[in-house]
T-cell receptor, first 115, second 114 residues
Framework: AQSVTQLDSQVPVFEEAPVELRCNYS??????LFWYVQYPNQGLQLLLK??????LVKGINGFEAEFNKSQTSFHLRKPSVHISDTAEYFC?????????????FGSGTRLQVQP | SAVISQKPSRDICQRGTSLTIQCQVD?????MFWYRQQPGQSLTLIAT?????????ESGFVIDKFPISRPNLTFSTLTVSNMSPEDSSIYLC???????????FGPGTRLTVL
């Protein structure tokens, strides 16, 4: 079984400030890791993913995330946010071993960028 | 990436009725998934639908309530049967991408049950 914990339900931040959205996971098997963004009244868009290799992953819109196996974390960061980054962000995992490709999602973090 | 459309985009339904949601993909895909996002909540997987086989349902979801069809590699439907206000949610379909470990999501169907 897998679970994903997003420690912050809401993160308010001022425009051009850096931000980190935290994600921890629990799994009995190795996982793939994902971050998705959901803008108001829209579907989910893939921001970035970690499959293997370098633990620092770069995604779209200037976001990056770092996989930390020992801490079972996959925190999302952006050095300078824009108003347009205001959205809901979801961390998700899928099973690397058994072939089950469905995603297990965290509860989401609402990023609110203020001018 | 795959382009996914869903119909309807939103609907308001009466208690006890059923609604069928369609999901259309612009390319052939093996695996399709249906998720539910209740108000203010995260996404929960309802079922996995592979073409040519019965859908696989997650714990807490049953075929009688959420029957799924997958007649070909580009199309699937999810029916929400005998609806109650607790079924008010956004229902999203997703598909597995060419890169096998990616999933692409449709825009969702926002369902309100009165």
């Amino acid at each position: 079984a897998q679970s994903v914990t997003q420690l912050d339900s809401q993160v308010p931040v001022f425009e051009e400030a850096p931000v980190e959205l935290r994600c921890n996971y629990s799994s009995s098997v190795s996982v793939y890791l994902f971050w998705y963004v959901q803008y108001p009244n829209q579907g989910l868009q893939l921001l970035l993913k970690y499959l293997s290799g370098s633990t620092l992953v770069k995604g779209i819109n200037g976001f990056e995330a770092e996989f930390n196996k020992s801490q079972t974390s996959f925190h999302l960061r952006k050095p300078s946010v824009h108003i347009s980054d205001t959205a809901e962000y979801f961390c998700a995992v899928s099973d690397r071993v058994t072939g089950r490709r469905a995603l297990t999602f965290g509860s989401g973090t609402r990023l609110q960028v203020q001018p | 990436s795959a382009v996914i459309s869903q119909k309807p985009s939103r609907d308001i339904c009466q208690r006890g009725t059923s609604l069928t949601i369609q999901c259309q993909v612009d390319s052939q895909v093996t695996m399709m998934f249906w998720y539910r996002q209740q108000p203010g909540q995260s996404l929960t997987l309802i079922a996995t639908a592979n073409q040519g086989s019965e859908a696989t349902y997650e714990s807490g979801f049953v075929i009688d309530k959420f029957p799924i069809s997958r007649p070909n590699l580009t199309f699937s439907t999810l029916t929400v049967s005998n609806m109650s206000p607790e079924d008010s949610s956004i229902y999203l379909c997703s598909v597995q991408g060419v890169s096998y470990n990616e999933q692409f999501f449709g825009p969702g169907t926002r369902l309100t049950v009165l």
